[in-house]
């Protein structure tokens, strides 16, 4: 089964930006691919999606403000957050749509000045 390693968050002040990337073990090329994040006390919601031939939707939550892209020759994944809101700060996962069983860690964002 594909692992996946989320990287790039970290505490940010509103208004300012960061590039998540998801790195799999395997091949993601055929694969619709998102990001889901994780607010504490809230379940766990899709934001992103880009298909395998990269096309692209967003949660009305994040749209106009977080872009999702594909490295397919690197089996990775890539969330770019700007204009980041604290109703934003959550764990942000990346996974397969529909998800596959197995999640990575997670990568946190914290939106705070």
């Known amino acids: 089964q594909v692992q996946l390693v989320e990287s790039g968050g970290g505490l940010v002040q509103p208004g300012g930006s960061l590039r998540l990337s998801c790195a799999a073990s395997?091949?993601?090329?055929?694969?619709?691919m998102g990001w889901y994040r994780q607010a504490p006390g809230k379940q766990r919601e899709l934001v992103a999606t880009i298909s395998s031939i990269g096309n692209k939707n967003y949660a009305d939550s994040v749209k106009g403000r977080f872009t999702i892209s594909r490295e397919n020759g690197k089996n990775t994944v890539y969330l770019q957050m700007n204009s980041l809101k604290p109703e934003d700060m959550a764990v942000y996962y990346c996974?397969?749509?529909?998800?596959?069983?197995?999640w990575g860690q997670g990568t946190q964002v914290i939106v705070s000045s």
């Open positions: 395997g091949s993601i090329r055929l694969y619709a």
């Open positions: 996974n397969s749509v529909p998800h596959w069983s197995s």
